[in-house]
């Protein structure tokens, strides 16, 4: 087998894999009752974490905010790796690390995909009282 087969199965897989996680997470029964669960007069835990109804659902908004910076950086790396691409004026040594730039950015974007759907889906059906 070729390493651009092994490639492209592997991405089909992680993509099929991210897009398994959001459906679950989406379909899920706890997103539609979330506002009636979580109020403040019901739970004093809400008045020590900024309105959160659990330490479960603070830790899921620290996590998403961290996911979420990651997804800059990536994408602040792949704009990066793009400008180094177009002004590499031909030299072979340019073009190579600016493809390897691109690649390792695309790979943490879809890192940091996969870990926000686990994240929300783990995190996000627990963190309803």
Do not use: C
Not at 24 to 32: D, G, K, P, Y
Not at 82 to 87: E, R, T
């Amino acid at each position: 087998m070729t390493f651009a087969k092994t490639a492209k199965q592997t991405l089909w897989f992680l993509v099929m894999a991210v897009g398994a996680l959001l459906v679950v997470n989406f379909l899920s029964v706890e997103h539609a009752f979330a506002l009636e669960a979580i109020r403040t007069e019901d739970n004093p835990v809400a008045d020590l974490t900024g309105g959160r109804g659990s330490f479960r659902s603070l830790i899921l908004l620290i996590v998403n905010f961290f996911l979420g910076f990651l997804g800059l950086l990536a994408v602040i790396m792949i704009i990066y790796g793009g400008f180094l691409y177009v002004s590499s004026g031909g030299e072979q040594e340019k073009i190579d690390s600016a493809k390897k730039i691109l690649m390792y950015a695309v790979v943490g974007i879809v890192v940091i995909i996969i870990s926000f759907a686990l994240v929300n889906t783990l995190l996000g059906g627990l963190a309803t009282t």
